[in-house]
Nanobody
Framework: QVQLVESGGGLVQAGGSLRLSCAAS????????MGWFRQAPGKEREFVGG????????DYADSVKGRFTVSRENAKNTVYLQMNSLKPEDTAVYYC????????????????WGQGTQVTVSS
């Protein structure tokens, strides 16, 4: 099975940038579609962005499109979420997840999840 560990979260001012990393182990990383989700207090976990096995295709939620970028380095078993122009409404716990199928915005399509990392954006 696959283990996923997120890192890079923290406190940042509005308008600033942050890069999250997700390191994978226990499987063949290049076999997995990867996604990022987030969950704000009192809200359901929502899709942020996803990337195909080779990184040729990406998908983003409208709320982050143009500000966030998902990328991956298969040789390092790592997927990234570059977050620019951060807003207070981006505050949430961010999770990475792995799927054996296509890039999807549906939580149930991902069956391996990391522990999450907190991102707090102050105004």
């Amino acid at each position: 099975q696959v283990q996923l560990v997120e890192s890079g979260g923290g406190l940042v001012q509005a308008g600033g940038s942050l890069r999250l990393s997700c390191a994978a182990s226990g499987g063949t990383f290049s076999s997995y579609v990867m996604g990022w989700f987030r969950q704000a207090p009192g809200k359901e976990r929502e899709f942020v962005g996803g990337i195909s096995r080779r990184g040729s295709r990406t998908d983003y939620a409208d709320s982050v499109k143009g500000r966030f970028t998902v990328s991956r380095e298969n040789a390092k078993n790592t997927v990234y979420l570059q977050m620019n122009s951060l807003k207070p409404e981006d505050t949430a716990v961010y999770y990475c997840a792995a799927s054996s199928r296509e890039v999807s915005r549906i939580k149930s399509d991902y069956y391996y999840w990391g522990q999450g990392t907190q991102v707090t954006v102050s105004s």
